[in-house]
């Protein structure tokens, strides 16, 4: 059973930054693509940043390029992503999700992913 519940969201100004946490429990037995996907007011979901668990393998598109990190922290069975230079465009519902993956893959697609936490919203103004 995966559970994600995301945090960290907030109203910022504009060239702000937030980091947003998705604290997340699997299937040890399995290896996952975690990312985060974002979905703006009156449009589809969008896949920002993906990593391979246990890996430095990461996938960013390219709106965020320079500007979003993705990492995790295995301790804490965490993943983070840190939005730096955040601007209005910026402002959506973040979700951290998740999906059983082959080896060393990450995820560009909002439609890879199997699991979704509730989301977190990002405010920019």
């Known amino acids: 059973h995966v559970q994600l519940v995301e945090s960290g969201g907030g109203s910022v100004q504009d060239g702000g930054s937030l980091r947003l946490s998705c604290k997340f429990s699997v299937d040890t037995n399995s290896r996952y693509c975690m990312g985060w996907v974002r979905q703006a007011p009156g449009k589809g979901r969008e896949g920002v940043a993906s990593?391979?668990?246990?890996?430095?393998?990461?996938y960013y598109d390219d709106s965020v390029k320079g500007r979003f990190a993705i990492w995790q922290d295995n301790a804490k069975a965490t993943v983070y992503l840190e939005i730096n230079y955040l601007r209005p465009e910026d402002t959506a519902m973040y979700y951290c999700a998740a999906a059983v993956c082959a080896v060393g893959r990450v995820i560009a697609a909002a439609d890879g992913y199997q699991y979704w936490g509730r989301g977190t919203q990002v405010t920019v103004s």
């Open positions: 990593i391979y668990t246990g890996t430095d393998r990461t």
